[in-house]
């Protein structure tokens, strides 16, 4: 796959997880992110790998748990109904530790919504849409390069921090389709065998054991613990965000992350061309998410506000607001349903939110 | 869009033209562009349907109040069922290609799968003078090379049980087209079109990437193309030279 393609998100997703190692990729179709499916089921054979059509997402996640227990990359990809069925098995891969990459192509909610783009499953991915003390690491590409270097990045951060990663999209980073290309790259470096938890067969050494399961609530307590010191490390390590057009002339800054950021980045194209200076933060790690670059960028004096932008009714903006602890009023405009705001819905809000004419 | 002499424009007779490839590869930008071509070279009625049942998103169905403005019949599912991805094929559809007159352009799915849908109107189809294209561009990967071209032409004839009758060349990377990206799709569709003997009908070429190229180095009609299917943050970015 050398030079640039032309790529569907969703098909350039499924071509990253084979660059990332992945031969063994499990999931059930739902739109708009049934292109990694179809893209895989001819392309991983390919490569020596195999597709397995669940019979649901619940046995999707179920699946998942077996086969990253061997040590072995593995994902699946779906969309927001397909995601919330998977919620169990991502808790309990969460409390065995296990490295895993699950993709939600985001489309409209609750139930069964629609099938065009929303930002809705915000909380699910960034506050546990599953039981007890866990926590997924969230990435959230704007483009489709993007969605492949953030993907193979996943796998990395799994297996670093043998812990589920979740990429999320909303359907438009899936359908869209761009200039792509990929890196080349060798996973030998990630052999099972050489792991110490991996149920790679117990032949001349001990049995290992991957569970959830801790009767003993000084064990549970104990595993939590180690979970949380786990996410603390990300917190330090692994945040992710991107500034667009950010300067001391900003009057306003605003928040969006996704391709949501991308309609805000032409906005602020237009509005400078007016004369109205305004920058863009854009987290790409929802979790961990950028709490002290926020509250710095916040404090700046120039900055008036913060706008948060988001194709949903407002989820991202309670993050927002609790990082800028006060220092500025957060506001907040979004559609929600598979309505995409527009860049001259987004200029008009700028200019009603700094007191400018329409 | 049809004013340059040094420009050989594409010559389609035949009243109903099908625009058929693989995923991807450009099929709803050439059948919107084509409908507008027919317009615009003195066409009175021209139908474009929106025979798309496997993509959800930037179906041709997003460029109706585009194509009714200029006087296009636009044959696309109405109500909740415009947004849907069920597939839903129209009654009015064979009624469409059999009874409508002037120009009838079909936006047909992707791959074998998404050409399945034109596949049950085969016996409609074939009782019409017909053209069915398939859509090549060359930074796909299912239209890669000659053999994977080669292979979706088979795939789609058995699915559609109809055979192709011409070509043309798409080979873009969206607003990264260059001329490289061009004579590269150019090379492979006239080795595909040498191969399966079917003839190039024309190449599509995106309006602001014309004005830079000299024409003569393409030896087949070229259609000049202008985006339809924006992305939002495109919106207000006009891409017509």
Redesign the interface.
Known sequence: MAGKKLMKGNEAIGEAAICAGVRHYFAYPITPQSEVAEYLCWRLPEVGGAFVQAESEVAVGNMLFGAASTGLRTFTSSSSPGISLMQEAISYMAGAHLPVVLVNIIRGGPGLGGILPAQGDYFQAVKGGGHGDYRVGVLAPSSVQEAVDLMILAFDLADKYRNPMMLIGDGMVGQIMESVEFPETNREDNDPIKSDWALTGALNRKPRVVKSLFLNPDLLEENCLLLEEKYKRMKENEIRYELYKVSDKNRLLIAAFGTMARICQTAIDELEREGVSVGLFRPISLFPFPEKEIYAEAGKKNIEKILTIEMSVGQMVEDIERCVKGRKPVEFFGHTGGIVPTPNEVKDKVRESLGLKK | MVNRPDVRYPVISKRVVAIVGG??SGKTEISVNLAKYFVFTGHSRVTIIDLDLVN???RSREAKAEMEALGIRAVVPEGGNF???LPILLPEIKGAIEKSEGKVILDVGGDA?GTRALGSLSEAFNRQDYEMLMVL?S???QT?DVGRSIQTIERIEQSARLRFTGLVSNS???E?TDPDVLNEGYELSREVSRKRGLPLVFISVKSDVLSRIDTAIFDCPILPLTRSML???????STES
């Not at chain 2, 992305?231 to 970015?237: D, F, R, V, Y």
């Open positions: 995923f991807g959800p998103y930037f947004y849907a991805d799968q561009n930074r796909r990967p890669a873009h990377m969206i990264e992305k939002p943050w495109e919106q207000n970015k």
